[in-house]
């Protein structure tokens, strides 16, 4: 197997370790030595890829909100062309993946309120979001007003994460078609 194999994998290898230590155990469960150990690879090979724990941290993150990126175009390619479809898919597939392992919730959203590394991450990918909900806004209604169109998505991005975050710390109740009904029609008055 060529080196650069050889390293995607070990890297692939700390990122699963990384990812079920924090998940499990929050930022305290991180360490080189944790993960390595996780991972059964020796400490040396942790540097090979990462400079410190923060760095696999926003490894951890970024793999975890590609994965979710790629759920949500799936689910709201799969809805038709509604804006309400898209937007009950998308939705439903934000707290669906979140909450079906909760490690993933506390990665995207939990515990990226308080870790720097996690919140500068949140922030670039709300930010991704929120061009995401501009552009299918566009598509949908090219002759919309801009500045409207800017404050919704920006109060939509912001609506989505604290609603991710309430449906992760359990307050919404278990009945994921209901709120995702209650917050769509929210946000499509």
């Given at each position: 197997m060529p080196l650069t194999d050889r390293r995607a994998e070990r890297r692939a290898l700390l990122v699963d370790a990384a990812f079920r230590l924090f998940g499990?155990?929050?930022?305290?469960?991180?360490?080189?030595?944790?993960?390595?150990?996780?991972?059964?690879?020796?400490?040396?090979?942790?540097?090979?890829?990462f400079t410190d724990t923060d760095d696999l941290l926003?490894?951890?993150?970024?793999?975890?909100?590609?994965?979710?990126?790629e759920v949500v175009e799936a689910a709201m390619s799969g809805a038709g062309?509604?804006?309400p479809a898209r937007t009950r898919a998308g939705m439903t597939a934000v707290l669906h993946f979140s909450s079906a392992d909760p490690r993933r919730g506390r990665v995207l959203f939990t515990d990226a309120r308080a870790n720097p590394v996690l919140t500068q991450r949140r922030a670039a990918t709300q930010?991704?979001?929120?061009?995401?909900?501009?552009?299918?806004g566009w598509r949908l209604h090219p002759d919309s007003d801009p500045t409207a169109a800017m404050v919704g998505a920006a109060m939509y991005t912001g609506a989505m994460a604290e609603l991710a975050q309430q449906w992760l710390a359990g307050h919404l109740g278990d009945d994921l078609d209901a709120v995702v009904g209650y917050a769509l029609r929210l946000v499509l008055r």
């Open positions: 499990d155990g929050g930022e305290q469960a991180l360490s080189v030595r944790s993960v390595s150990r996780e991972a059964g690879l020796n400490t040396r090979y942790f540097y090979e890829s926003g490894a951890v993150y970024d793999r975890v909100s590609a994965e979710l990126a062309a509604s804006l930010d991704l979001l929120r061009e995401a909900v501009l552009t299918e």
